[in-house]
Structures are given as C-alpha cells and as structure tokens.
C-alpha cells in the first residue's frame, strides 16, 4: 500500500498542475494527451508546433521573440508592398517578407499574415501605423487593433487620435515637428502648414515651399521635395504665394525648429505630412488592425464577435500577442482541413491567446488567409510551415513580420554586434508530450513541480512517461 500511495503522488500531482493550466482546447484526453509539442530554438525565436483533440483534431503554429530582452537582435514590424504610385499591392506573406529584405537588407525570421482587407482595393480594413507613422484609421467600431514598441509597451482597442506632423529626412536621421494650424499663421516657435496662399502676409517667419505630386495634400501622408533656390535668411516678411502642387511649411520667429528648417532643408530634401498616434496609442511605432480583442490586461474577452464566421468551430485562426514581460508571440491555428486540422470559433481563440500568457492580444485575420512562416536555422530559410485552408498562400494586404533590428552601432543585427547565440543547436528540436509538452508552457515554481512530477514518473517506468 505505502508503494503504491507512493507512485499515485508524482502521478496526482502532475495531473492536477499540467491540467490545471491547459486550456480546454489542450486538456489531456485518454486518446491524445496533448501530445506532439515540437519545439525548435533559434536565435531567441522559440517555434512551437501542437497537435491536439478539441472537437476533432487540431495543428497550431507558435513563434514567440522577446523584443525588449537585452542584446535582442530582432524586432516585430508591419509591412505592405505598393506599386509605384503608392497604391497597396495584394500579395503573400512570403513575398512581403522578401520585399521587406529587399528594401532593408535585414533578414526575417517569422511572419504571419496582418489584417483584414478589400479584396478588390487590397486596402486593409482597420488601424495601420508603421514606424511610427498612421497610414489608415480604423472607421468600423467592430473592429480593433493592437499597437507595440518592442520595449514591452503595448495597447488594444480602437485607435481614434492622431496629430498632423511635418517630417523632414536629411542625410543622416529623420526629424518630426508637431504642425500647429493649418492654412492660419504660426504662434511663436511653431509651425503652420499652407497648402493655399496668395499673397499672404506672414511676417518674421521662415517659409520653405515644396512640391508634391499627391493630388489631395491634406490625405496623409504626403511626400514632397523642398524647391529651396535661394539661402535667404532664416525669416523674412515677404508674403506667401503658392501654385498648383505645392504647399509651404511656416515658422514663426527664429528659434530651433526655424535654425533646423535653415541649415538642412535645401533644394531636393524630402519631407512628408503625416499623422502620428496620439491618445493611448502615443508613442506606439506600430499598430496593427484586426477584428476582435481576444485579451485585454489579461482579461480573457469573451464577448467575441459572432459575424464573418466569428462563431464558425471549423475556421482558421492568426492571432498575435504581447506577455506581461515583453514577449511577443505569433500563431496559427488551421483548420477546414479535418482530420488534418478542424480550426476553432474566436471564443476559443481568446481562451488560447490567454493560455500561451498574453496580457494583450489581438485577432487577425483568418480563414484562407491564414499563413505561418518561419525561419528555424534548418537550412530552408524562411519557410511556410501552416497549410492554408485554400491549398497556397493567399494574397493579403499586409503582414506581422520578426525581423533584424538597426543596432546602435549602424549595423544590421547577425554581424560584428549580434547577441550570443542561443545555447540550444539550431537542429536541436525535440517532442515533448504529456506533462512536459504543458511545463514549456508554464513558469517559476509551477513548471518546476511539473518537471519533477514527470521525472519521477519517467524514473518509475523505466525511462517513459
């Protein structure tokens, strides 16, 4: 009897702990204990890989990076491709991906499709802001995005503010100036925007005039070219006049922003009007639109919405999320697919999104959608690892990108400056089931029990769980 009390203990206690914190889309089950956690460490990117039973069977795609560690090389970022002219271009998450290291030169290591879109525009349907600049603002009330700055600040809900700034890019840094009026003068040591004059009487004020090609000026953001011949002074009196394609940029008095304005705005500079968050989504570099709030200050939401196949078990599901210690997280849940994978209603994306620890998380779109790639150092590069439900990658307006940060040195992150390398191999992956497959998902004192309680057990039947 004392034998037996003895194996029942480790055996209770791992039962009680690794079920405790499944959630009921992993719980253990006498056909499938939650079984096939593969996980892969590379470069601070942890891969995870699950298979379940939760109303049939299901495949779920999880990468998770904790931007704001120190030495972090890599970030999350949002990225599109447009045309020439500026318009959005539809297209797959593996080609944003490779766009984006086109144009940057920095390597990408996980990416997941973004937001709803139109499928006839290619426009995404809610809140944008990418590197600190608003591109759209959500107008459905269903609809929410998430915003982040990599430094483990992060908000979810609707974003309504934003402020008019004038953007200036010289050689070496980009400059932000908070516009006070439009089309009315300047107070002191402020700046005002024309973008119709005649004759316009602005004394003691610095006025630089620029060309533009975007037929509404007022449409942020706007880019134009300074048309700046002439040193000047840094003020003048002369009044404002302004033909057809250009606005002017008034400051008043001279100060700091009218010396700037005067040593580095010359013929040829580039500037854009633009719109910055404001509000609770100040300071945040990067806002990306979804449907619903899944988790709000770890508050599991589950007032979800039912439309758009909200409500539908069978659907594909993206979600993204931000842990309490800065630790951002990407995944995909496939589905339509049975009995490869069935999918989940957004209910039950919320409740995972809780369960991988978000304090915040957003969902993004699903469906066909739907697309998960990443980069495990395996020798296939950045690699789709999901199977979307319509058989290939669909063509989306935008994507959630892991990529390579600017170093304070001016370099790419991998080179001369790279943090160490994870300690794990980069081919190390291994499979982990039962009561360990749930301790990766726990911490402190909790996993540790779990462990132990697997170890015991491991010992006790000679070397399986």
């Not at 953001?221 to 404002?240: C, I, N, Y």
């Not at 994870?422 to 982990?432: E, F, M, N, W």
Request: proline share 4%; charged share 20%.
């Amino acid at each position: 009897m004392k034998k037996a009390f003895s194996c029942f203990i480790p055996v209770a206690l791992a039962a009680f702990v690794c079920g405790a914190f499944l959630p009921r889309a992993v719980k253990v089950s006498a056909d499938n204990p939650a079984k096939a956690v593969t996980e892969t460490v590379t470069d601070g990117l942890t891969y995870r890989k699950f298979e379940y039973e939760d109303n049939g069977k299901q495949t779920l795609f999880y990468g998770e990076y904790n931007p704001s560690a120190e030495n972090a090389g890599y970030e999350f970022v949002i990225h599109n491709v447009k045309d020439d002219a500026g318009k959005i271009v539809r297209t797959t998450v593996s080609d944003i991906a490779a766009d984006y290291t086109k144009k940057t030169g920095k390597k990408v290591k996980l990416a997941v499709n973004g937001d709803y879109f139109d499928l006839s525009s290619g426009q995404n349907m809610e809140s944008l802001v990418m590197d600190g600049v608003v591109y759209t603002i959500g107008s459905f009330e269903t609809k929410h995005c998430l915003g982040f700055d990599n430094n483990g600040k992060a908000v979810v809900g609707r974003m309504t503010q934003y402020s008019p700034y004038v953007e200036v890019q010289t050689a070496t840094s980009v400059a932000y100036y908070p516009v006070f009026a439009i089309n009315r003068p300047p107070e002191e040591g402020k700046l005002s925007v024309y973008t119709t004059a005649n004759n316009v009487s602005l004394a003691a004020c610095g006025k630089y005039k620029f060309k533009t090609s975007d037929p509404n000026v007022l449409q942020f953001p706007t880019a134009a070219v300074s048309s700046r011949m002439v040193e000047g002074s840094v003020t003048d009196d002369k009044p404002l006049t302004l033909n057809t394609g250009e606005f002017a940029v008034v400051i008043k008095g001279e100060n700091e922003i009218s010396e700037f304005f005067y040593k580095n705005v010359t013929y040829g500079t580039n500037i854009r009007l633009v719109n910055k968050p404001d509000g609770a989504y100040k300071d945040m570099p990067w806002v990306i639109g979804g449907y619903s709030v899944l988790v709000d200050n770890g508050v599991v939401n589950t007032d979800v919405h039912s439309d758009n196949a909200g409500s539908v078990w069978g659907t594909p599901r993206t979600f993204i999320g931000v842990k309490e210690d800065g630790t951002m997280f990407l995944s995909v849940l496939d589905g339509r697919q049975a009995p490869y994978s069935t999918g989940c209603s957004v209910k039950r994306e919320a409740e995972l999104a809780a369960y991988f620890g978000a304090k915040y998380a957003l969902e993004l779109d699903g469906g066909g959608s739907s697309a998960f790639l990443a980069d495990l150092s395996d020798g296939e590069g950045l690699k789709l690892r999901n199977k979307p439900s319509d058989g290939a990658e669909r063509k989306v307006s935008n994507a959630v990108l892991l990529a390579e940060k600017q170093i304070d040195q001016g370099g790419n992150a991998g080179g001369d400056n790279a943090p160490s390398p994870d300690k794990t191999p980069d081919d190390a992956a291994t499979t982990q089931s039962g009561c360990k497959g749930a301790a990766s998902e726990l911490t402190g004192i909790v996993a540790a029990i779990c462990l132990v309680a697997a170890e015991i057990i491991r010992k006790r039947n000679g070397g399986k769980i």
